[in-house]
T-cell receptor, first 115, second 115 residues
Framework: AQKITQTQPGMFVQEKEAVTLDCTYDTSDPSYGLFWYKQPSSGEMIFLIYQGSYDQQNATEGRYSLNFQKARKSANLVISASQLGDSAMYFCAMRAPWGAQKLVFGQGTRLTINP | EPEVTQTPSHQVTQMGQEVILRCVPISNHLYFYWYRQILGQKVEFLVSFYNNEISEKSEIFDDQFSVERPDGSNFTLKIRSTKLEDSAMYFC?????????????FGEGSRLTVL
């Protein structure tokens, strides 16, 4: 069965610092996709970044990058130069095998950026 | 930018009543989903829908739940006889099936409160 684990229920970071949100996953499928979503207090789920299991390079999208360590089954989200607007809940999710319909989500990490 | 829209944003209902949650997916998307998030918990997959039929469903999606795409634009989730434990935020999502990442685009959610 597929499983996503986010071990940090909450994190507090000073504005402009970089922050790493942890995510580990478990699947026996060789082909899978990993996603990060942001959920602000307004409730919507916003797609941030994607990493495919066969991608050779770590994904980057602006200030977001994904530190993909396949052997360790980790897919940590790195936010550089954090901003107050980054305060939100962050969910790691996986689709496995890649063609599967559903995303399996982790428990989430609540990130608070302090001024 | 195209977006997934959901109505109502909040519905309060009595236990045992039928509820219909409505969603308008992004117009050229082919895959449709319902997820739910019980307060403070992770996002859980309910059902996926493609080519006018359910393609996958979770254990949560029992006989009390049904989905329909009645007119080619709306995508609805019906709960026949609501229970207290159905209280949650329900998210509709869609994807176009052509992107390499296959990310889902989520609506802002419909909060259901069952009394």
């Amino acid at each position: 069965a597929q499983k996503i684990t986010q071990t940090q229920p909450g994190m507090f970071v000073q504005e402009k610092e970089a922050v790493t949100l942890d995510c580990t996953y478990d699947t026996s499928d060789p082909s899978y996709g990993l996603f990060w979503y942001k959920q602000p207090s307004s409730g919507e789920m916003i797609f941030l970044i994607y990493q495919g299991s066969y991608d050779q390079q770590n994904a980057t999208e602006g200030r977001y990058s994904l530190n993909f360590q396949k052997a360790r089954k980790s897919a940590n989200l790195v936010i550089s130069a954090s901003q107050l607007g980054d305060s939100a809940m962050y969910f790691c999710a996986m689709r496995a095998p890649w063609g599967a319909q559903k995303l399996v989500f982790g428990q989430g990490t609540r990130l608070t950026i302090n001024p | 930018e195209p977006e997934v829209t959901q109505t109502p944003s909040h519905q309060v209902t009595q236990m045992g009543q039928e509820v219909i949650l409505r969603c308008v997916p992004i117009s050229n998307h082919l895959y449709f989903y319902w997820y739910r998030q019980i307060l403070g918990q992770k996002v859980e997959f309910l059902v996926s829908f493609y080519n006018n039929e359910i393609s996958e469903k979770s254990e949560i999606f029992d006989d009390q739940f049904s989905v329909e795409r009645p007119d080619g634009s709306n995508f609805t989730l019906k709960i026949r006889s609501t229970k207290l434990e159905d209280s949650a935020m329900y998210f509709c999502a869609s994807s176009d099936g052509t992107r390499r990442s296959g990310e889902l685009f989520f609506g802002e959610g419909s909060r259901l409160t069952v009394l």
